[in-house]
């Protein structure tokens, strides 16, 4: 079971790395967004893929936080752009943060039968 888990966190490491890439690569090609010429619904997206890009980040401390980022994330997203299934790439975002979900409630199974449960387990 340990080697499942790793490699369920492994390969959502990896997609989350190559998401990451993916979109630091459009922001060097394009450039920033100034948001001052951009409309209410452009910013709730960017806003929306910053907070997923965050996650990606968070996602390799904070298993728990990261994961809460990425789904949020993309829930808003959803939510700004009235379609919950957009494109190939954005639900890559919320199985990223599926995946290291189920990571950590492993994690915290298996911890939670030797130890009282407490909040430490969110900042697995």
Request: hydrophobic fraction near 60%; aromatic fraction near 20%; charge should be positive.
């Amino acid at each position: 079971m340990k080697l499942v888990i790793n490699i369920i966190r492994w390969l959502a490491r990896f997609l989350g790395i190559f998401l990451f890439l993916f979109f630091i690569w459009f922001t060097i090609e394009i450039g920033t967004p100034d948001l001052a010429i951009m409309s209410n619904q452009e910013v709730k997206l960017f806003i929306a893929n910053l907070i997923m890009l965050i996650g990606l980040i968070v996602v390799w401390r904070f298993e728990f936080i990261g994961s809460l980022f990425l789904l949020g994330g993309y829930t808003f997203f959803s939510i700004a752009n009235y379609s919950f299934w957009i494109g190939p790439i954005f639900p890559i975002f919320s199985l990223i943060g599926l995946l290291h979900i189920i990571c950590w409630l492993n994690d915290v199974i298996k911890q939670s039968k030797t130890d009282k449960f407490s909040m430490q387990y969110f900042l697995k």
